[in-house]
C-alpha cells in the first residue's frame, strides 16, 4: 500500500503542476501544449500504463485490509475505543478511498476517455493542432453540480493523504523521531495544499476566474 501510494503521490504532484496552468494568465494556450506533451510523450504514455495498474493494486490492496482488520475487530473488541486509539480518518480510509475511486470513474469519463478515445475539439497554435482540454474544462465545469463533486473528491483526497503519508512512513520503516517528525509535517502540507490547489481548478474555470501574470509563461 506504501509503495503504490507514494508512486500515486508523485503522478499527483506531475498532474496538479501541469494543470495548475489553468489558473494563471493564458490559461488555455498554456494548458493545452502542456496536457499535449503529456498525452503524447512516449516515455509518459509507458508509465501512465504504469499509473493504472498502480491505482488497482492500491485499491485492491487497500480492500483487502479493510476486510482483514474486520475480521480481527470483531473477534477481539465487543466495542470500539473510537477516538481514543485513533483519528476518524484513519478508521475510514475505506470510505474516503471509495468517494475517491468514484470521483476517478467520473472524472475518466469526462477527460481521459474523449482524450484517448475521440470526442475533444481541436486548436491551433503556431500552425500545429492540439485538443482542447481547455474547452472541454470548460464545458465540464459549467455544470455547478459537478464543480461540487469535485470539490468533494478533492476534500476527500485530502482527508486520505492526510492519514495516508503518514502511514506509508511508518510502514516502510521511518522510526527515527525527528525524521518521523519531518516526514509528518511534509505530509499534512502535502495533504493540503495538493488538493486545495486542485479544487482551486473546477472553481477558477467555472467563475471565469484567472491569476494575472502578464506575459509570463508561469509553469511549463
Ligand atoms: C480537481 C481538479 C482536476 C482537474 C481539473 C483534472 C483534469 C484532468 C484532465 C484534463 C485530464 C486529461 C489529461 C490528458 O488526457 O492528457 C486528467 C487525467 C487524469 N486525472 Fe485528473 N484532474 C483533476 C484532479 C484529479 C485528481 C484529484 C486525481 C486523482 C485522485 C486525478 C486523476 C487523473 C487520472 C488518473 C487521469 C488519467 C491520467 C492519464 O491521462 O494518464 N485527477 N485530469
Known sequence: MALTGFFLVVFLIVHCYINANVLFSNAEENFNRAAHFMGSNILIRIMEIGLFVGFILHIVQGYKLELQNRASRKSRYAVTAGNKTSKWYSRSMALLGTL?????????????????????????????????????????????????????????????????????????????????????????VFSIVVPLIFALMPLFVHFGWQINTGDISLLF
Not at 468514484?102 to 484517448?116: C, G, I, K, Q, T
Not at 485530502?158 to 519531518?182: C, D, E, M, P, R
Request: proline share 2%; aromatic share 16%; hydrophobic share 50%.
Open 100 to 188: 475517491i475511486l468514484l470521483f476517478l470513474v467520473l472524472h475518466l469519463v469526462h477527460f481521459w476517455v474523449p482524450s484517448r478515445f475521440g470526442g475533444l475539439t481541436e486548436v491551433e497554435y503556431d500552425g500545429k493542432t492540439y485538443h482542447n482540454l481547455y474547452a472541454q474544462m470548460q464545458d465540464i465545469f459549467a455544470v455547478p453540480w459537478v464543480v461540487v463533486v469535485y470539490l468533494l473528491g478533492c476534500f476527500s483526497l485530502s482527508w486520505h493523504l492526510l492519514h495516508g503519508v503518514q502511514s506509508a512512513a511508518q510502514t516502510l520503516g521511518i522510526t527515527s523521531k525527528n525524521y518521523f517528525q519531518t516526514i509528518k509535517t511534509i505530509g499534512i
